[in-house]
């Protein structure tokens, strides 16, 4: 029996088929990858308790939507020009949307801007920018948060004590609002502002410094000569825990009212034991996730709420105690 060849033409056009379908999958594979809405995250750190816990509602977010998230951040809340990069670089990669914690209010708004200008709208969390360019502005009520706090210290101390409000570092507008807001509500009810120094840097060192050097003014035989503390966010808050620890150590008497801002395990633990009077807690994971939930609504040219507020709390040790949704909170069972 004679053997049947092919003809080499024919082998040819059916090898020319089979990569052409090859393609056209793979074509069809990218394309479908490309049809994915893109929003990016850009928090203002992306290391520490709160950060990581509002990209956790992020993600719980565009896992909802079905979207693709870039999470991207600077190592420190200091760092504003690299946040600025970041920025750009999510602008030359044509996502679709930009949640936005800006480092500072006055230098990412030219950033924003361009966003806006290419066509990829901007939703701002956590701290407020300057210029109306961004869609909505997702955030704790932070003037409310501080202002909070002081009618606490004031309940606790009376209407004539010393106070010492340390604030975080300058051009960051949350932490500007929380201590505004404390200021503004302790004058009111009578208490005294001793003092109200800035952070020398986003860094719990930094913070440690100021804290110890102006407590170190208010040391009078032996004791330090204060009512209340306040403190405007996570890094100050455990800034003045350590100081007032070392203060403890090197035989100086504490006896003061201490509220602080934000949450971690350690914070929380302080306020069990008694070591710190409250902490005023915002709700991260809900801001994360409200944060791309709402620069999906924009993307998609739904109407929004141009303030989104996403709460806070006063946290005792008894409400810690008593009450399940606070426990939640902060991360307790």
């Known amino acids: ?87 750009e670089n999510m602008i030359n990669l044509g996502v679709d949307a930009i949640a936005l914690a800006p480092l500072n209010n006055q230098a990412q708004r030219k950033p924003v801007q361009s966003a806006v200008d290419n066509g990829i709208p901007v939703v701002v969390f956590d701290s407020s920018i300057d210029g109306n360019a961004h869609s909505s502005f997702v955030a704790t009520d932070n003037q409310l948060g501080g202002s909070l706090g002081a009618q606490f210290l004031s309940k606790k101390i009376g209407s004539e004590g010393r106070v010492v409000v340390f604030r975080y570092v300058q051009g960051t507008a949350s932490t500007a609002k929380r201590a505004d807001g404390f200021i503004a509500t302790a004058k009111a009810a009578g208490l005294e502002i001793a003092a109200d120094p800035f952070s020398e840097s986003g860094t719990l060192e930094g913070s440690k410094s100021v804290v110890a050097n102006t407590l170190e003014r208010f040391i009078e035989n032996g004791k330090l000569s204060l009512d209340g503390i306040f403190a405007a966010n996570l890094t100050t808050t455990l800034g003045v825990s350590s100081a007032l620890d070392d203060l403890r150590s090197s035989g100086i008497e504490v006896d003061l009212a201490f509220v602080g801002f934000d949450s971690s395990v350690k914070l929380v633990k302080e306020v ?22 709402t620069a999906f609504a924009v993307f998609q040219g739904k109407p929004v709420e141009a303030h989104v507020d996403t709460g806070v709390q006063v946290v005792t040790a008894n409400r810690l105690e008593t009450e399940p949704e606070i426990r939640a909170l902060v991360g307790l069972k």
């Open 1 to 87: 029996m004679k053997k049947r060849f092919l003809p080499f033409s024919l082998i040819l056009f059916l090898f020319a088929v089979l990569i052409g379908c090859t393609s056209s999958d793979d074509s069809a594979n990218e394309s479908s990858n490309s049809d994915k809405i893109v929003i990016a995250a850009i928090p203002k750190a992306t290391g520490g308790d709160f950060w990581e816990t509002v990209e956790q509602g992020a993600r719980r977010a565009a896992t909802e939507l079905d979207i693709e998230l870039k999470w991207e951040g600077t190592v420190t809340e200091t760092e504003i020009a690299e946040q600025t990069k970041i920025i």
């Open 272 to 293: 069990q034991t008694g070591k710190i009077d409250a902490l005023i807690v915002q709700s991260p994971e809900k801001m994360g996730y409200l944060a791309v939930k």
